[in-house]
């Protein structure tokens, strides 16, 4: 191959990897009834099997839709749970997490864990961080909206197809 081709195939995937960085699924295709019925039963399962394929190392990520894996403790079990979940990472070190469950209609079973037992752990961008969980208010929750949307669109549209109010959690390093 010339130098030029060498070029020519290094800017090309110079641009697709942005292409992939900054996708994000559109907010009508996540709130759509098809997708909030496939995607609780497919999505969390793939991200979780590739995580554990690459070693920790790779989640379904892009610089538009960060991923973490969240490993908290059963709320009745005590039995310990990984649930792949965007994050919202923040300027000051803290994540904040939206617990969207697909706008169904219950909230998921890793929030009443947070509640239960609100010291966590976290993986990622390929770090384990032990983190503590705290319920944000509703009026805190009304205050971080807005940043939370520009991070994920979707749940504005999530907010129209479920009367339930999501839990929204920050999550501060230990």
Known sequence: MHADEVRVVRERLRVARERVASFRVPA???ASRPFRAVAPRV????????????????LLTTSGQPMAILETTGARTGAR????????P??????????SNFARETHPAWTANLIA???????????RVEV??????????????PELLRWFPGWERYTEVTDRTFRVFELTPR
Not at 43 to 58: C, F, K
Not at 133 to 144: F, K, N, Q, T, Y
Request: hydrophobic letters at 40%; aromatic letters at 4%; proline letters at 5%.
């Open 28 to 30: 009508a295709v996540t």
């Open 43 to 58: 999505l969390p399962s793939l991200h979780r099997a590739i995580h554990r394929l690459s070693g920790g190392r790779t």
């Open 81 to 88: 749970r990984e649930t792949p979940l965007g994050v919202v």
């Open 90 to 99: 923040r300027d000051d070190g803290t994540f904040v997490v939206v617990g």
């Open 117 to 127: 037992h609100p010291e966590a752990a976290m993986t990622f961008r390929r770090r």
């Open 132 to 145: 503590t969980a705290r319920l944000l208010s509703d009026a805190e929750r009304d205050e971080v909206w």
